[in-house]
């Protein structure tokens, strides 16, 4: 991937969170993966896990197969899902990117966990990510996310019931 690409990707994650509409449409022809609004679900003192949402475009289709973070000692891709009437959270090994196709994680949906986090995080902080996507032919790349923290209504928010 080429070095601007990487440079315009940051400068994308740094605008997250924005209000629909404002995504960086320059962007697409370049970067392989755009990732819009990029949130995480800010904390209160003594909870030790959250979300991070976010909105994923692959130009040539991809898979989310990792992400990485130094806010918390593990960070999982987790899937939540209506099993028999009940909300149930699972991790999975990753998220299929079809090409062009925007692919959401969202509360109630798929969501980046993070586990034992380092510290609180408060509204406004931001959290650093690196995305670890595939491409079809099983080559990686990495990708820099700046997300947000937002304090997300407590029923549309993961955490809450979470199995941790
Ligand atoms: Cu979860």
Do not use: W
């Not at 697409?28 to 949130?39: E, F, G, M, S, T």
């Not at 491409?135 to 941790?164: M, T």
Request: charged fraction near 20%; proline fraction near 5%; aromatic fraction near 2%.
């Amino acid at each position: 991937m080429k070095k601007s690409a990487i440079k315009s990707l940051a400068a994308a994650a740094f605008a997250v969170c924005a209000l629909a509409g404002a995504s960086p449409a320059a962007l697409a022809q370049d970067a392989a993966l755009k990732v819009d609004d990029a949130c995480v679900r800010s904390t209160v003192p003594s909870q030790h896990a959250t979300g991070v949402f976010m909105r994923l475009t692959s130009a040539s289709g991809g898979r989310l197969v990792g992400v990485e973070s130094q806010a918390a000692k593990h960070v999982e891709i987790h899937e939540m899902a209506m099993q028999d009437n009940v909300m149930k959270m699972r991790q999975v090994p990753g998220i299929a990117l079809p090409a062009g196709q925007a692919v959401e994680l969202k509360p109630g949906g798929y969501h980046v966990m993070l586990i034992d986090l380092a510290g609180q995080i408060s509204p406004g902080e931001h959290v650093a990510l690196t995305l670890i996507v595939e491409d079809a032919d099983k080559r990686q790349q990495r990708v820099p996310v700046d997300a947000v923290a937002r304090p997300l209504n407590a029923a549309a928010a993961p955490a809450a019931g979470h199995g941790h």
